[in-house]
């Protein structure tokens, strides 16, 4: 049984910063991409941030120099560093991972219950 869960989510002003968590657990035999995505409300869900295993990253242009992905691979644990927020960064944020269960298992991608982000004054 394979578990992600988010932490870190909350209210902010505008121009402040939050840092999210995502911890994976259960069953894993590899963690392969992990990424960020966010949802607002009347909206599709988007791609935030990814970040593979090597530790290479990819940025939303909406987001590029204003977040930080980083993981630490020891802990299973992926780490979005939110700055300069503003009020459309509002948002409930994901937690996604491709991964095995076991070594000759498909790779299949798994979601958090996701954490609220809400930028205002």
């Known amino acids: 049984q394979v578990q992600l869960v988010e932490s870190g989510g909350g209210l902010v002003q505008p121009g402040g910063s939050l840092r999210l968590s995502c911890t994976a657990s259960g069953n894993i035999f590899a963690i392969y991409t992990m990424g960020w995505y966010r949802q607002a409300p009347g909206k599709q869900r988007e791609l935030v941030a990814t970040?593979?295993?090597?530790?290479?990253?990819n940025y939303a242009n909406s987001v590029k120099g204003r977040v930080a992905i980083s993981r630490d691979n020891s802990k299973k644990t992926m780490y979005l560093q939110m700055n300069s927020l503003k009020p459309e960064d509002t948002a409930v944020y994901y937690c996604?991972?491709?991964?095995?269960?076991?070594?000759?298992?498909?790779?299949?991608?798994?979601w958090g219950q996701g954490t609220q982000v809400t930028v205002a004054s």
């Open positions: 970040i593979i295993s090597g530790g290479s990253t």
């Open positions: 996604n991972a491709e991964l095995r269960t076991s070594p000759l298992g498909e790779r299949r991608g798994y």
